[in-house]
């Protein structure tokens, strides 16, 4: 019998810089076994060559680790004319004409083919002046980037980002609703969620049956109403009442830890790691 804990443990390499080697070396530490590939070698991940991916893959495999999601930057962008803000899209252009978006999706597709990973995260349009701002609901190119990812063996899931047009919960549903069945699922950032408010039990149960990927971050409110990231579990988003309302609905889940602390990112990973061990019922592996 399998005793591991259903959940299990995500770790970005980029965290600790364009390196992944240190990253990866940092999972094998920790007892990680899963990676989320984000950028590499100062360049996005979808942007990178095929000899660059197959090196990655090839030092994840040298230590045992396995890529579990492709962190890619798909529609988080807006068209050329748009002015999209101040947006972290880790090496990938914001300002993407309409007739190119296609062959970025195939490119993340295959990025994902090379990583051996199933899983590749999408956005929904930048949110940019109204007359400008496109939405995911009704977009021809999601039918087409489903009908591809399902040929290819990979569920892409959508991430609840406050700069994009899907982030509150009722938008969310919509789109899952729609969408789900035909392989659509939940890349939930807790905290992004509790950025715009809606970070309850009620809204974590209302999610829980899309979720297929949980990303896991913190931070300390600022005197000037800006954000300082610190450890998981050491900030204000509310996990120790959320992660086990998660869990009780989908006890099998991905979590990855996403600190953003640049100063200390080793610590931070591994102080997030041992809150997630002791947060989510069970245990995380």
């Known amino acids: 019998m399998d005793a591991r804990p259903p959940s299990t443990l995500v770790l970005n390499p980029d965290e600790l810089g364009p390196d992944p080697a240190p990253g990866m070396d940092l999972a094998v530490q920790l007892g990680i076994g899963y990676l989320e590939i984000r950028s590499a070698d100062g360049a996005n991940a979808v942007t990178l060559p095929v000899d660059r991916l197959r090196y990655i893959r090839a030092l994840a495999d040298e230590r045992g680790l396995a890529v579990a999601a492709l962190a890619s930057p798909l ?149 000037d109403d800006r954000r300082a990231f610190c450890p998981a579990g050491e900030g204000v988003v509310p996990y120790g009442e959320l992660l086990p309302v998660l869990h009780a609905a989908r006890p099998a889940l991905p979590y990855a830890l996403e600190t953003h602390v640049r100063d200390t990112p080793a610590d931070a990973l591994t102080a997030g790691a041992a809150f997630l061990r002791s947060a989510v019922p069970g245990g995380v592996a």
């Open 75 to 223: 529609w988080k962008w807006c068209r050329p004319e748009a002015t999209p803000g101040r947006v972290d899209t880790f090496g990938f252009p914001t300002q993407i004409p309409p007739e190119e978006r296609l062959g970025w999706i195939k490119r993340a597709i295959e990025a994902a083919r090379i990583l051996g990973t199933p899983v590749v995260r999408v956005f929904s349009h930048l949110r940019v002046e109204p007359h400008l701002t496109e939405y995911l609901l009704g977009d021809p190119l999601l039918d087409k980037a489903l009908q591809a990812a399902d040929a290819a063996g990979v569920r892409l899931l959508l991430e609840n980002e406050p700069v994009c047009t899907v982030a509150h919960t009722e938008p969310l549903l919509e789109v899952l609703d729609r969408y789900h069945k035909r392989g659509l699922g939940l890349w939930l950032d807790v905290a992004n969620l509790y950025e715009v408010g809606q970070a309850t039990p009620d809204t974590v149960r209302a999610l829980a049956p899309y979720v297929g990927y949980v990303h896991v971050k913190d931070y300390r409110p600022t005197d």
